[in-house]
């Protein structure tokens, strides 16, 4: 009809199937990941070494590289943990 407005509204639904990635760089290319944990702008892998490795931004510490640098783009070893089996991230404020 003329002047009638029709909205079509089309819902896709993601299916979540889980995909064997690669890391491209870093401590992590040669070692398989166990379990992974993302922030907002952080993610966190526990690797089959048994170690946590952390990569992204870095500007108040949350990496636990002990390390000044504001990013890693790269994982990198986090320092003192070791043997982990549980890993969690969250996005605050």
């Given at each position: 009809m003329?002047?009638?407005?029709?909205?079509?509204?089309?819902?896709?639904?993601?299916?979540?199937?889980?995909?064997?990635?690669?890391?491209?760089?870093?401590?992590?290319?040669?070692?398989?990941?166990?379990?992974?944990?993302?922030?907002?702008?952080t993610?966190?892998?526990?690797?089959?070494?048994?170690f946590?490795?952390?990569?992204?931004?870095?500007s108040f510490?949350?990496?636990?590289?002990?390390?000044?640098?504001?990013?890693?783009?790269t994982?990198?070893?986090?320092?003192?943990?070791?043997?982990?089996?549980?890993?969690?991230?969250s996005?605050?404020?």
């Amino acid at each position: 009809m003329f002047g009638e407005i029709i909205h079509e509204v089309r819902l896709r639904v993601m299916e979540l199937v889980p995909t064997h990635a690669r890391c491209v760089g870093g401590p992590l290319k040669r070692l398989s990941v166990k379990k992974i944990a993302a922030g907002r702008q952080t993610a966190y892998a526990i690797a089959e070494d048994g170690f946590l490795y952390a990569w992204g931004d870095n500007s108040f510490g949350q990496l636990g590289i002990n390390s000044t640098i504001p990013m890693s783009t790269t994982p990198v070893r986090v320092i003192g943990i070791q043997n982990i089996t549980v890993l969690s991230a969250s996005v605050c404020c």
